[in-house]
């Protein structure tokens, strides 16, 4: 049975903000999310997360959350303390494989594949996740008896000169027996020079007690970067996009530059897929083959057909758009677009909650709001389809093959029937019967000996 603790007390005064540090984003969610993403996809019985400040702002922020446990840390007396006020949450079966995982809520991009390889390091015992750096000035430092074996860990600022020499350093993520760490957790003190409970001091007790402690270490070095300033952030989000980056590139995309993108949720990406420069991903993206996305768009839970062009400064949310279609430049669908095959959407079109149908076409100045829209219908430029009332919201209708003239409003609901044809400058307050022209502008005027005023001195 596994437990997963996540250490999210932490008031982050560096970062110099009155959010909570967890909640600071990182590829556009919370770095909580994150944590909270790897842990679950370990199948934890429980997962119980350890608040403190601005711990209400927390829970608020994963309400709802059913799988989450909360435990507060108040006040602050180090790792060791945190984990302490976990411990009447944890479950336990039948003892054998009962393990605690420990996390930290402000290292959010360690891999469900390094946790695994971490519960296996343990054995029957416990483990801890190290890394080897070139300057391990701060880390705890992991020490090794002379067959190799960990047997403590002593934090930076009581090491000894020979101690700090050590390069393997500990990132703080372990998991232990549930029981037995519960009983190290009673045991250990704050006889330290920073006077607080450190949960690392449980490996000292593991080894005294004959438990093995094993290690493991992470795929990249980035998966056990904490973010403690606002410096440290942007530089993790970098080194993250450089990771989404890369993953796309060796599925086969054309990324125009790897440096200008931004992925914050998730992208699939077809077959000859290619992306110009700064383009942001957000929520669940899916490209088909042959898709082409490009400059500076956004597109947030958005589907896109096989063969369609998304053209520069077009903004996509929640829409579906089929194959071979064309959208922009300067587009924006808005939630509830739907594109069939092969359809356009001009520079400056704004289609909300719509349907355009297949091989239509709204190529200049639009806006379609509630409506429905056949095949091969045409969308003259300056069209409205004026679908609020100032309290409600109304449907427009436009059946196959109509031709709507530019510069026309329509007030719905209304309808207008297969291949009808709508003249430039009308307001249609009623439908438009099929196959016939219907216009309602009035009839043009020339006044004879008008003349034009002229300013007074």
Known sequence: MLNVVILAAGLGKRMQSDLPKVLHTLAGKPMLSHVLDSARQLDPARIIVVVGHGADRVKQAFEGQADLHFALQQPQHGTGHAVQQAVPLLLEGDGKDDVTLVLYGDVPLVQPETLKRLLEARGAGAAVLTEVLDDSTGYGRIVRDERGNVCRIVEHKDASDAERGIKEVNTGILSAPTAKLKDWLSRIDNNNAQGEYYLTDTVGLAVADGVPVGAAQPGANWETLGVNSRVQQAELERRWQSEQARRQLEAGVTLADPARFDVR?????????????????????????????????????????????????????????????????????????????????????????????????????????????????????????????????????????????????????????????????????????????????????????????????
């Open 265 to 457: 949720g998730s992208l699939t990406c077809g077959r000859d897929v290619f992306i110009d420069v700064g383009c942001v991903f957000e929520g669940k993206v899916t490209l088909a083959d042959g898709v082409r996305v490009g400059p500076h768009c956004v597109l947030r839970d958005v589907s896109v057909g096989p063969g369609t062009h998304i053209e520069a400064f077009s903004h996509l949310q929640q829409a579906q758009v089929g194959r071979d279609a064309r959208v922009g430049p300067y587009a924006r669908l808005r939630p509830g677009a739907e594109l069939g095959d092969r359809s356009h959407v001009g520079n400056f079109v704004e289609i909300k909650k719509s349907v355009l149908g297949e091989d239509s076409k709204a190529n200049h100045l639009a806006y379609i709001g509630d409506a429905d829209i056949g095949a091969r219908v045409n969308v003259g430029a300056g069209t409205i389809t004026c679908n609020y009332d100032g309290v409600n919201k109304h449907r427009t209708v436009i059946e196959d093959d109509a031709f709507i003239g530019s510069d026309t409003q329509l007030v719905a609901p209304v309808r207008v029937g297969r291949g009808a044809t709508l003249g430039a400058g009308t307001t249609l307050t009623r439908d438009a019967p099929a196959e016939k022209l219907t216009v309602s502008r009035p009839k043009q005027l020339t006044v004879e000996g008008w003349q034009r005023p002229v300013k007074k001195s």
